[in-house]
């Protein structure tokens, strides 16, 4: 994961989202799309307004990944190269493709669970290392 050294502090420091002090997170509109430092949205004036893990760095140049990970402070799927939670992450279930967002947490963390293993041409890469 490419996290600053901030923000590899910041993962050390807390436990989860919800110790991480106001003063620290960022919050995103869903309506306008901006991501701001303050519990209001600016441009529009919403509070219907999601917290942001100071953990997301909201940049990522990747189409699609094989693999994902989760994010050490609020657990949400993350990028694995560049630490964004701004990713979509769907799964294969009885031959369709679905996106995980909808799922509840008890079947989201039993995804998170799963051990992958990809065999190729007789070498196996396992998706833990």
């Not at 420091?13 to 919800?18: A, G, H």
């Not at 799927?77 to 964004?84: H, K, L, Y």
């Amino acid at each position: 994961m490419n996290w600053s050294h901030e923000q590899l502090k910041l993962a050390k420091k807390y436990k989860s989202i919800d110790e991480v002090p106001e003063e620290l997170l960022r919050y995103k509109c869903h309506d306008c799309l901006l991501v701001f430092d303050m519990p209001v949205c600016p441009q529009c004036g919403s509070e219907k307004l999601s917290k942001m893990c100071p953990l997301d760095n909201c940049h990522c140049g990747h189409d699609v990944m094989q693999m994902i990970d989760y994010c050490p402070l609020c657990g949400e799927a993350v990028c694995p190269e560049c630490g964004t939670h701004d990713v979509a992450q769907i799964s294969r279930i009885t031959g369709y493709l679905q996106d995980v967002a909808g799922w509840n947490a008890a079947k989201k963390q039993e995804l998170k669970d799963r051990h992958r293993t990809i065999v190729k041409g007789g070498d196996e890469y396992n998706g833990d290392e």
